[in-house]
């Protein structure tokens, strides 16, 4: 295999665009979630400017610490980094040459300044991945430099070293988020009954989750198999010797991909993992598509000898296709599939017992982590030998120097992940990783290089979706108002957003808030307190406020269970103009007043007011072109002002290509 530099580009390029969406989404919700007079000011959590270099990367390693020297305060700096962050992205969306090591270093450090302090808000498993993703940007990137005579090449040997660790993460990204279905003993996994809720109870669902819904059991049973099938079992053909093994591996991986998209808004998370997903590509691959051509088969020097040539294409052809009846034969056999001709349906039952699970785990998590080890030093051994064909001496070193650096920071890297990922999959896997390499990852923690993944864990919603509606009134015994949201379900006539890649942070919170209490979501009387006293930033992210005029004297909040209506017309829950029908569950939220004197002790102990106040920093030039900003942009609609700037550069792409 060759460097592939088409694949890299397009996997920069990917990266690109999905900071882009992250930086602007983000931009748009900065007032309402984080300023001052935000739901979580982010001026409460970040700490005072570090005395030195050592105390900035032990107390708390973000930009925003650093406003101070910039005479700006949290909130402006939070604007500042984003518009940065927009900038740079926008910069290496359209221009390949700016796709190298400084951008996606600045633009890593950008959303781990915001990470550091974005609190509730902003501590999602896809933040998490694209900080880990964007770190390994890095060391794929180029490093674009010139030494005396000589230009650093865009393309090297290691490269595939660098990709391989992508792939690596692709895999435990997929593999681990199967496991923990069924590692976390929900009932819905185990029965394959998840589907039957999962439509409705997710965060946002699209308009096609609502007919996904309607589809017969059966039907769902199997896509639960055939979800199980592709995270769990396919991501072994990520390593397969066999480029169109690697392949089938990808275009299932997309499909499941494409379908998370049609039926829920999951932000930019599935453009991340289809991102992800570009390691299992090469040049050839992306050549042939672009001519409209199958892809060559791969052929080596041995497969081009009479005779053995031959012998080698049929080994292959076995291989694979016995690999192929292994994985239906044992998903047969395993989920117990049956074909009922009466019906007209396919049944599923899961026919291994949590115990053959853990046994099973037992077993293949060693063996991942081994397959895992071997691949990289198969591709770091290729990498060097590669080296060998460069002209020169020189070159010859300075390609053999590259490969030796970035096998050893790929090995690091490397063990370096196994610490969240072995552990978290099977406990006895832990004492595969040594003690040096755990102490390590403990220090290196805060920077998130490497965490662990697991998606969809347990399903939610099972017998009803729990949704908190905010009710206001003038009087405690009537004229009670809803509030609405921008997208989540209240209206039960309202239609389904399609609001992906944007990801709307206070709807999100909402839905998980509905999961407990507002105990355990103290945020949520931040935000009770921000609708009492209708402040204006926040009351941007609510699309329908019924009291315009002045805020409402009290204020409550009730838990109801959303369904979906039916399809079938003979069904009494069918209807032609709601999409849902709702059942009241009980308060959630007691009767508030905005002059409540346990709401006020509990704001003045969070520091919402009643602190000391802080001297707001003078009005600079930077200052005031970021608040001109913010003034002629305000707080766009984030599905909007995400698109917007993405035709923006695929027409400045276009135009590029036309004048160059």
């Not at 920069?12 to 309402?32: C, D, E, K, N, T």
């Not at 794929?140 to 490269?159: G, I, M």
């Not at 595939?160 to 992508?166: A, E, F, K, N, P």
Request: hydrophobic share 45%.
């Amino acid at each position: 295999m060759g460097t592939n530099p088409l694949t890299k580009d397009l996997f920069l390029w990917f990266m690109s665009v999905i900071y882009l969406f992250a930086f602007a989404s983000l931009y748009v919700q900065i007032p309402g979630l984080y300023g001052d007079n935000g739901i979580l000011p982010a001026k409460l959590v970040i700490k005072d400017e570090p005395k030195n270099t050592e105390a900035f990367f032990k107390e708390q390693a973000s930009l925003l610490r650093l406003m101070p020297f910039l005479n700006l305060d949290v909130q402006t700096g939070m604007d500042l980094l984003c518009v940065l962050g927009i900038l740079v992205s926008f910069l290496c969306f359209v221009h390949r040459g700016s796709r190298d090591m400084l951008s996606f270093s600045i633009l890593w450090i950008l959303y781990y300044s915001l990470f550091q302090v974005g609190q509730t808000f902003l501590w999602f498993q896809w933040d998490i991945l694209l900080l880990e993703t964007g770190f390994l940007c890095i060391l794929v990137a180029p490093l674009q430099l010139r030494l005396l005579w000589y230009q650093t090449s865009a393309y090297n040997n290691h490269d595939t070293i660098t990709m391989y660790l992508v792939k690596w993460l692709l895999f435990r990204l997929m593999f681990a988020s199967g496991v923990v279905k069924l590692t976390s003993q929900c009932q819905t996994w185990w029965g394959l009954t998840a589907l039957n809720w999962h439509f409705e109870s997710q965060c946002l669902p699209t308009p096609l989750a609502w007919f996904y819904h309607q589809m017969p059991e059966w039907f769902l049973r199997l896509s639960t198999v055939i979800t199980f099938v592709i995270e769990m079992i396919i991501p072994f053909l990520f390593f397969a010797p066999i480029r169109s093994m690697r392949f089938f591996a990808f275009y299932a991986q997309i499909l499941l991909q494409v379908l998370i998209i049609l039926t829920g808004n999951y932000n930019f998370f599935n453009l991340l993992t289809m991102a992800l997903c570009i390691s299992l590509l090469d040049d050839g691959f992306l050549l042939a598509c672009s001519y409209k051509r199958s892809p060559k088969s791969e052929t080596s020097t041995l497969e081009s000898i009479p005779y053995l040539g031959f012998i080698l294409r049929m080994f292959k052809k076995f291989f694979m296709i016995s690999t192929y009846v292994y994985i239906i034969i044992n998903t047969i056999r395993h989920f117990n599939l049956k074909v009922n001709r009466e019906d007209y349906a396919i049944e599923s039952k899961i026919a291994f017992t949590k115990d053959d699970f853990n046994k099973f785990l037992e077993k293949v998590v060693p063996f991942t982590i081994y397959i895992g080890a071997i691949g990289l030093g198969v591709e770091i051994i290729q990498a060097v030998l590669r080296c060998w064909r460069e002209d020169g001496m020189l070159k010859k070193l300075w390609s053999f120097c590259g490969c030796v650096v970035f096998g050893f920071a790929a090995a690091g890297m490397f063990a370096l992940s196994l610490v969240p990922y072995a552990p978290a999959l099977h406990k006895k896997s832990k004492e595969i990783v040594h003690p040096s390499v755990r102490d390590l990852f403990a220090r290196t923690r805060q920077f998130r290089l490497t965490s662990s993944y697991g998606l969809f864990r347990r399903m939610t919603g099972v017998g009803g979706r729990p949704e908190v509606v905010f009710e206001g009134s003038n009087s405690m015994k009537s004229g009670w108002k809803e509030y609405e949201f921008l997208y989540k379900p209240g209206n039960v006539s309202r239609k389904l957003p399609i609001v992906a890649p944007h990801q709307p942070r206070l709807d999100w919170q909402m839905w998980f808030a509905s999961l407990g209490s507002y105990q355990e979501n103290l945020w949520f009387v931040n935000l009770a307190y921000r609708i009492l006293t209708g402040q204006p930033e926040v009351m941007e992210l609510i699309d329908h406020n019924p009291f315009p005029e002045k805020p409402p004297k009290f204020l409550r909040a009730h838990l109801y269970h959303y369904h979906f209506t039916s399809i079938d017309p003979s069904h009494k829950k069918h209807s032609r103009t709601d999409w849902w029908w709702r059942e009241k569950k009980g308060e959630y939220l007691p009767i508030l007043t905005k002059d409540e004197p346990t709401l006020l002790n509990y704001l003045r102990h969070q520091k919402i007011f009643g602190g000391k106040p802080t001297k707001p920093p003078g009005e600079n030039f930077l200052a005031k072109y970021i608040h001109l900003l913010r003034d002629h942009l305000g707080q766009m609609e984030g599905f909007n002002f995400v698109i917007s700037l993405f035709l923006a550069g695929l027409v400045v792409r276009y135009m590029m290509s036309i004048i160059w």
